[in-house]
Nanobody, 125 residues
Framework: QVQLVESGGGLVQTGGSLRLSCAAS????????MGWFRQAPGKEREFVAA????????YYEDSVKGRFTISRDNAKNTVYLQMNSLKPEDTAIYYC??????????????????WGQGTQVTVSS
């Protein structure tokens, strides 16, 4: 089992950057593929990005490709989401999630077993 805590959200202007962090507890962090999801008001939770256990493979939702970068540091039990060129439509609560497999291409939130509490990202126009 793993507990996840996100941080790094905030208010930023269009074109700005933020880096989200997700700290995991437990000794088996490297056994999980990790993902980031987001949920805007009135919308369903949607996939943003994911990466494999080693961090060597990544997968992105089309609208964030080239702007967002997911990475992990297994020695620090932390996964990151670097977000550049932010747009108002990126405004949402961002969640990190873990799946005890190496299926880093999973986009369905139902396939992730563990979730953080979320961090708010607001992009002003």
């Amino acid at each position: 089992q793993v507990q996840l805590v996100e941080s790094g959200g905030g208010l930023v202007q269009t074109g700005g950057s933020l880096r989200l962090s997700c700290a995991a507890s437990g000794r088996t962090f490297s056994s999980y593929a990790m993902g980031w999801f987001r949920q805007a008001p009135g919308k369903e939770r949607e996939f943003v990005a994911a990466l494999s256990r080693s961090g060597g493979n990544t997968y992105y939702e089309d609208s964030v490709k080239g702007r967002f970068t997911i990475s992990r540091d297994n020695a620090k039990n932390t996964v990151y989401l670097q977000m550049n060129s932010l747009k108002p439509e990126d405004t949402a609560i961002y969640y990190c999630a873990a799946t005890p497999t190496d299926y880093y291409y999973r986009t369905d939130p139902r396939l992730y077993n563990y979730w953080g509490q979320g961090t708010q990202v607001t992009v002003s126009s």
